[in-house]
């Protein structure tokens, strides 16, 4: 997020997601695996038969073989609001982060507002939801009331600065709705597993119900890293969507 926001609110319904580093392609898996039997020959071995390399990563994804899904970098350059953040921050293994902070700095006044297809109306018992499409009527005290809270809650942080005190004081009266941003780096094991908790995939032998706008940003991780690593990410599909 820029600096030059200023003090007029922003509202957003949507998530950014930028690959800015890599290093991750299909063969990295094929030679973490293959020096269990080629040794240090295993980067040649990779060149030599690529259909026996789509095998191979088939077959280590199937019986669940990780550790040769873990010798790839990726690091994504992340704005949603602090309530996918917090939610985010929860994926322990095999992820690294850095956020924002407001200690630091001034929290720029962006704020997330739902989209009109974002559904608002949650049904049945906890662990089975669905969300149904909201009424208009819904939509619109929903817009109405996060903006008005939004900017009292702004003010009140812009008072509280104005008066001297101190920026880590002055966020506790900022809501979670307000976007931050962070670096996170994984690797595709690690991305897998959370791909598997943070989508809803038909394709998906353990089904989850994650919250509409952490998966939204999944969606965008996911797209950016199978271009990276497409035959990892076929096989992943294909094996039900459970991280090896
Ligand atoms: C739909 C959904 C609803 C959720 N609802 C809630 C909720 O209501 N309340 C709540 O608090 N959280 C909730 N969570 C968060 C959830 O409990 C996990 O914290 C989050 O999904 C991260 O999963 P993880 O621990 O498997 O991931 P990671 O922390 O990345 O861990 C990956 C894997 O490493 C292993 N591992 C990591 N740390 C340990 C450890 N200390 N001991 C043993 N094995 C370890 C496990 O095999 C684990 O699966 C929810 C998550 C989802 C997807």
Redesign the pocket.
């Known amino acids: 997020m820029s600096d030059e926001v200023g003090t007029d609110p922003q509202f957003r319904s949507d998530v950014t997601v930028e690959l800015v580093r890599s290093a991750a392609a299909d063969s990295d898996v094929i030679w973490a695996a293959r020096v269990s039997t080629a040794g240090e020959q295993s980067l040649e071995e990779v060149r030599k038969d690529p259909e026996k390399s789509k095998g191979l990563i088939n077959f280590l994804m199937r019986d669940r073989h990780g550790t040769p899904f873990e010798h790839n970098s990726m690091t994504f350059f992340i704005s949603a609001p602090i309530f996918v953040f917090r ?1 985010f921050h ?6 690294s982060y850095n956020e924002e902070s407001g200690r630091y700095r001034e929290l720029q006044p962006v704020f997330y507002v739902p989209g009109e297809e974002r559904k608002l109306v949650q049904q049945g018992r906890p662990g089975k939801y669905e969300f149904v499409e909201g009424t208009e009527k819904q939509h619109a005290v929903v817009v109405e009331q996060m903006a008005a809270s939004y900017q009292a809650s702004y003010r009140a942080y812009q008072e509280m600065l104005a008066a001297g005190v101190a920026r880590e004081v002055a966020r506790a009266v900022l809501p979670v709705g307000l976007f931050s941003s962070m670096y996170a780096t994984c690797n595709a094991r ?1 991305l897998m ?2 791909l598997s ?2 989508t809803k995939d038909d394709r998906a032998t353990v089904p ?4 509409r706008e952490i998966e939204m940003v999944a969606e965008q991780m996911e797209a950016q890293w199978a271009e990276l690593m497409p035959l990892t990410h076929a096989a992943f599909n294909a094996h039900g969507r459970v991280a090896p």
């Open positions: 939610e929860r994926h322990r293994s095999g992820w690690s597993h959370f908790l943070r989850s119900f994650p919250q």
